[in-house]
Structures are given as structure tokens and as C-alpha cells.
Nanobody
Framework: QVQVVESGGGSVQAGGSLRLSCAAS????????MGWFRQAPGAEREWVAT???????NYIASVQGRFTISKDNAKNTQYLQMNRLKPEDSGMYYC??????????????WGLGTQVTVSS
């Protein structure tokens, strides 16, 4: 069964850090486009970061230089290291599986999310 499970969310003060994990099963993380999304209350879900099978990464401008997406193939897990967090980074964070090898904008597997709350 293909699934992803997020963990690592929590409450931190502005300027703090969190590392989110996305444990995958039923497929190999390293062979797929993987992404992180977030959704604040009352807002639409937005894309945050992606990593392709060749480790190329992309980030939304607002997190560039603060967030780092990475993967551990041995653990079949994707990570999102979030540094210098801001209150506007608060929301539910979701991990998703994209297309095989490269990102095409299609996402077929989503986790249930992990909550991130950043206080000022």
C-alpha cells in the first residue's frame, strides 16, 4: 500500500526551527518527485518545496534560504528542515508523492499532515 506519514510538527517561537519527516511506504522515495505543502486556516493549500529523483530542489520564494528539503534513501524518508520560522509559516504541513522521477505538477498520494504553529 502506497502511503506517506508526516511527523515532527509542533509549536515554536519565531526564529526557532523544526524538522518535519515524511515516512514513505509502498514505494521508494528516491524514485519520485516528493513535495511539501502547507495550508493555513482559511487559506488554500500552497506548495512549499519539492525534490526530484535527481535531488534537484525548488522552493517557494517565501521560504527560500530558510527551509531545506532532503531525503534519506536508506530510511525511505523525506525531510523538511525549517529554520528561522515566522508566524506566517504556521499551518498544516503535508507531504505528497508526485510523478515518477520528475515533478510534473501531479500528486497522487497525500499524508494526513502535521501541524506547525509559530508564535511571535
Amino acid at each position: 500500500q502506497v502511503q506517506v506519514v508526516e511527523s515532527g510538527g509542533g509549536s515554536v517561537q519565531a526564529g526557532g526551527s523544526l524538522r518535519l519527516s515524511c515516512a514513505a511506504s509502498g514505494f521508494t522515495v528516491g524514485q519520485y518527485c516528493m513535495g511539501w505543502f502547507r495550508q493555513a486556516p482559511g487559506a488554500e493549500r500552497e506548495w512549499v518545496a519539492t525534490m526530484e529523483s535527481d535531488a534537484r530542489t525548488n522552493y517557494i520564494a517565501s521560504v527560500q534560504g530558510r527551509f531545506t528539503i532532503s531525503k534519506d534513501n536508506a530510511k525511505n524518508t523525506q525531510y523538511l528542515q525549517m529554520n528561522r520560522l515566522k508566524p506566517e509559516d504556521s499551518g498544516m504541513y503535508y507531504c505528497a508523492r508526485g510523478s515518477y522521477l520528475f515533478c510534473t505538477g501531479a500528486w497522487d498520494t497525500w499524508g494526513l499532515g502535521t501541524q506547525v504553529t509559530v508564535s511571535s
